[in-house]
């Protein structure tokens, strides 16, 4: 059957079976080959259909399209940050505000959920029976509520429950919490002893880093060495720093750091939520080390915490890595849900405000879809580096 | 037979592709896409002129597709029973009773302010009749085409009363809150910047959204279109405690809005609304349309189609102005039932008095 059918193919494109294209077909290789690039060629053809078409209908409809727009005046405010923006920036800006806070709140949020996700991880194995059933606690429900209401509650629930300005939460120290977010002091360089300072830092982290290594270092030692420079170079500066205070004035707290409560609500809500996970995933990787290994430690006599930190965790982190990646893109890929709190991410800045003021869907979509998907394939690639550079490394096979 | 099975597979995927490229008369793109798409989607993405037109498709769907807001108290509300209430919602009864003689033959979408272009340009809705500003923007490059003027508004703010603020001006350094995707970001960020005034804006997607934040104290000031104001401070827990300021810092020209490219679909929607505005300026309403018909003014024969039948130069029946006016009413009786004085917003005509009594209401002449 199959190759009467291959013969009639053959017959069929003008070639006998001794032809030279005929007998390639014979070879796995050539004709993989050939598959290979006619699914190829499939794929450029429907992509160059689909996007010819999108053109032609948005023409035919008198909706503008191409990239032009960016280069216009925004015209709206934004009120959170990273980089100088004005209601008279242009798109091209705002676009680069949302993908920079989308960023912001990605990186830090899966900081935060590592730390989280570890400790109650950890905690969740405690031979402490109250220590690890709240462990347990807090990771079936967190994980077993929906994100987004998660995000109301800290949101919407909390904003109700916090003071106004007048009445700040304050420990003291010019640091204020309210119903428009934390207010912190922020630190003010005398001009020109910044960069130095950073120099240094960089130079004594890496020093610390490197005694670290090379002369197994640990714990004070090398935090003596990472801290203790630049706080020389400080000191031989004369302290060049003072403080900008957050003051109660008018509407509002001017001077010092805020963040505003969309900020820390989307934060907690994705760290929390994920955290929860990254748990689920620790707890995993460390029943996943062998019983035997705890006891030969154990049988050293080692303590407990040298035990997880040098002999369980290493192991354990081979299995946790690959899933923990998972939650990374995740996190980052939640963080889209800022729009329903207004926190200005990409998708609020851009997909929202932006698309409407302009119109034109399929760039800004597009657009979004890409920043993205470069941020998780970003993630992805670092992680599978650090995943690679984990994994058992085999010897002696040729 | 052990080469056999991968053999075959290329030979179909192979077969085909040759196929597709190089059979005479083998569909070209647009048209073979178009054809994946459902016969609806096909007429609207098309240009509908050539193919008899909106209209057309709205007659043989059987009913209209409005496209209105999420709920605006007075301009697009579903009420106790879940029926749809307001002015955008009577443009879009007015356009079923002028089409199909039946107010009732509407079907409705709620859109929020991000996808209502969108909705529109991709065919989803006939008419998009949901407070939506007039602005240059969206008549050209947004592919919409506006059909008039359904109520003149200004966006304004409001404000706490113990504030004890009684000027925008006073609001330097305040947090505002808003609507993305509207006109009243763009206003809001021009008028702070020429008074040179600083702000810092919190914008929500969903309009309940907004309210929670501005009742929870997240910001002073909530601002969006007056007749907004007045029908979001219904939702505040406390609605006396909040106060509209007086400033009305822009135009918004709130109308129904088409696709381009279809402009008897457009005439229709302009004409609907002409007829109820010249319906009240003739003293005909949804009580006397039918004694009205024996009157011997002869603009009133017109309208109501006992003289000349305009109706079908607009492609409608003869009595459609009629129709709309009794199953709907004249913009007056629209108007106070939806916003007026007797109603929880209470909002005076003022611009939106016919051109008679100093207002901006005015209609082309039907005739």
């Known amino acids: 059957m199959g190759s009467m059918i291959k013969s009639w193919l053959s017959g069929a494109i003008g070639l006998s079976d001794d032809n030279a294209l005929a007998r390639g077909f014979q070879d796995p290789r050539i004709r993989g080959w050939i598959m290979q690039a006619a699914v190829l060629l499939l794929a450029a053809l429907g992509i160059f259909e689909l996007v010819q078409n999108t053109v032609l209908n948005l023409q035919k409809a008198n909706i503008a399209s191409g990239f032009g727009f960016l280069e216009n005046p925004a015209g709206f405010a934004i009120n959170f940050s990273l980089i100088d923006y004005s209601a008279q920036s242009d798109f091209l800006r705002a676009f680069f505000v949302g993908v920079l806070n989308t960023l912001l709140v990605a990186v830090l949020g899966i900081l935060l959920a590592t730390l989280i996700g570890f400790s109650v991880g950890i ?57 428009r977010g934390l207010f912190v002091p922020r630190i003010l360089w005398e001009a020109g002893t910044f960069a130095p300072f950073c120099v240094a830092l960089f130079a004594s982290l890496v020093l610390g880093f490197f005694a670290r290594k090379r002369f197994a270092f640990e714990g004070w030692k090398v935090l003596g060495i990472a801290v203790l420079p630049p706080l020389l170079l400080l000191l031989v500066l004369g302290w060049p720093l003072s403080l900008d205070m957050p003051v109660l004035e008018g509407f509002g707290f001017q001077g010092g750091i805020s963040l505003i409560p969309e900020f820390i609500a989307l934060l907690l809500a994705l760290s929390i939520y994920t955290g929860a996970f990254v748990a689920e995933n620790v707890r995993s990787g460390v029943q996943a080390v062998p019983k035997g290994q705890v006891e030969a430690a154990k049988a050293l006599g080692l303590p407990s915490g040298l035990i997880m930190r040098k002999i369980i965790l290493p192991q354990a982190m081979r299995v946790i890595v690959p899933p923990l990646t998972s939650q990374y893109l995740n996190l980052t890929k939640n963080s889209s849900l800022a729009v329903a709190i207004a926190y200005p991410d990409l998708v609020l800045v851009f997909a929202n405000t932006a698309l409407s003021q302009v119109g034109q869907a399929v760039e800004i979509i597009a657009m979004t879809m890409a920043v993205y998907l470069l941020i998780s394939l970003g993630t992805s690639l670092f992680m599978n580096w650090y995943n690679a550079r984990l994994a058992l490394k085999e010897r002696g096979t040729a | 037979m052990r080469n056999q099975a991968p053999a075959l597979i290329f030979g179909i995927v192979f077969g085909a592709l040759l196929v597709y490229l190089f059979l005479p008369g083998a569909p070209s793109g647009p048209a073979r896409d178009a054809q994946e798409l459902s016969k609806a989607e096909q007429e609207n993405l098309a240009p509908e002129a050539a193919r008899g037109g909106t209209l057309r498709v709205v007659r043989e769907r059987g009913e209209l597709l409005c496209g209105v807001s999420q709920g605006l108290p007075g301009f697009s509300n579903p009420d106790d029973e879940g029926d749809w209430r ?102 809001a960020a021009d008028y702070f910047r020429t008074h040179g005034l600083e702000f810092e804006m919190v914008v929500f997607e969903k309009t309940d959204e907004v309210i929670a934040a501005y009742d929870a104290g997240r910001c002073e000031a909530y601002t969006t279109d007056a007749s907004g104001l007045y029908a979001e401070r219904l939702k505040l827990k406390n609605p006396d405690e909040h106060i509209i300021l007086p400033e009305v810092i822009s135009k918004e020209p709130l109308g129904p809005a088409v696709r381009q490219g279809d402009d008897r679909w457009a005439d229709i929607v302009r004409w609907t609304l002409y007829a109820m505005i010249e319906a009240e300026e003739l003293g005909v309403n949804s009580a006397n349309a039918e004694q009205m018909k024996k009157s011997d003014n002869p603009s009133i024969r017109r309208l109501l189609g006992v003289e000349n039948s305009y109706g079908q130069n607009l492609g409608l029946r003869g009595d459609w102005a009629f129709q709309i006016i009794t199953q709907v009413g004249n913009y007056g009786e629209i108007f106070e039932r939806n916003v007026g004085k007797n109603t929880p917003l209470g909002i005076p005509r003022g611009l939106n008095a016919l051109w008679t009594n100093g207002g901006l209401m005015y209609a082309m002449p039907v005739r």
């Not at chain 1, 109250?130 to 347990?136: M, P, T, Y």
């Not at chain 2, 002015?87 to 009732?104: E, L, N, Q, Y």
């Open chain 1, 123 to 179: 905690a969740r194995l405690s031979p402490n029976w109250l220590v690890a059933r709240l462990a347990g606690f807090f990771i079936e429900t967190l994980r077993n509520i929906p994100l987004l209401l998660q995000l109301f509650f800290w949101y919407f629930v909390v904003l109700q429950l916090l003071p106004s300005q007048a009445e700040s939460l304050t420990p003291g120290g010019g640091i204020f919490l309210n119903n």
């Open chain 2, 86 to 187: 307001g002015i955008d919602v009577d443009v879009c009864r007015a356009m079923a009773a002028a089409i199909f003689g039946d107010a009732s033959k509407v079907r409705y979408r709620a859109l929020s302010a991000k996808e209502r272009f969108t909705a529109l340009q991709a065919g989803e809705i006939d008419v998009l009749s949901r407070n939506t500003t007039w602005t240059l923007t969206r008549d050209t490059v947004l592919g919409l085409d506006f059909a008039g003027v359904t109520y003149y508004d200004g966006q304004s703010f409001m404000v706490r009363r113990d504030l004890k603020v009684s000027s925008v001006l006073e609001l330097d350094q305040a947090t505002i809150c808003a609507n993305t995707g509207t006109t009243t970001e763009l206003n």
